[in-house]
């Protein structure tokens, strides 16, 4: 399989089977199974998953799966790094990519890589054509390994210990990044 064998739908838990999902973490894995759904009906976060292209019958087997929610950081949390300037506010609009996942048989062939792309289009869209402010993409990484993996997108360490750790993406390069295409 490559990244090209998926596409993009938002959660719908009539047609996602989502028993079959294991990204091989277990608190993502059953987040994805036992809460989502209930974030989703009650409008807290937004979710989109990767399906196969091919096979469009229900149920849809997912093999990733990425959140999107409004959010805040404060300013004392801004990287030192970023041109974000702040005057008259403690806190600055963000959007949150609070989870983000792959099912371990499809690791390593980029859809995680995928995911994170079409997350970032999604906040591009929001200020550049839905006319959303926001500032920046914030994630939590939840270990180490996660934080690795954002780094190598220039996902910058927030200033604060918080746990799991926070990371940021101004949207000056998220701009710049659609922006070159
Ligand atoms: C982290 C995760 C999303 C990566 O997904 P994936 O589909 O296997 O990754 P990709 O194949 O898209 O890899 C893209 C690039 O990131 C690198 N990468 C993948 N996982 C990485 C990690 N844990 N640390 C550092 N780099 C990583 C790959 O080597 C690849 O780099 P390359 O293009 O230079 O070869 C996946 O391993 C996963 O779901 N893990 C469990 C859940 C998790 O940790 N989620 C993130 C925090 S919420």
Do not use: W
């Not at 994630?139 to 996902?155: H, L, N, P, R, T």
């Amino acid at each position: 399989m490559n990244t090209g064998d998926f596409e993009f739908i938002a959660f719908d838990s009539r047609i996602v089977d989502r028993a079959v999902f294991d990204c091989g973490v277990p608190v993502l894995d059953d987040y994805f199974k036992t809460k989502l759904n209930q974030d989703i009906k009650n409008g807290a976060t937004r979710c989109f998953v990767a399906v196969e292209k091919q096979k469009k019958s229900n149920p849809r087997r997912p093999f990733g799966f990425a959140t999107l929610t409004a959010g805040s950081i404060s300013k004392a949390e801004i990287p030192d790094e970023t041109k974000i300037k702040v005057r008259n506010y403690s806190q600055i609009g963000v959007i949150l990519l609070g989870r983000l996942a792959v099912d371990r048989s499809v690791h390593g062939i980029g859809l995680g890589q995928g995911l994170l792309m079409e997350a970032i289009y999604r906040v591009y869209l929001a200020t550049s054509q839905l006319g959303i402010g926001c500032r920046a993409l914030v994630v939590d990484a939840k270990d180490a390994s996660a934080e690795a993996f954002y780094k190598k997108y220039g996902f910058l360490d927030l200033q604060t210990k918080a746990f799991p750790k926070k990371l940021l993406l101004p949207i000056e390069s998220i701009v710049e990044l659609f922006r070159a295409k």
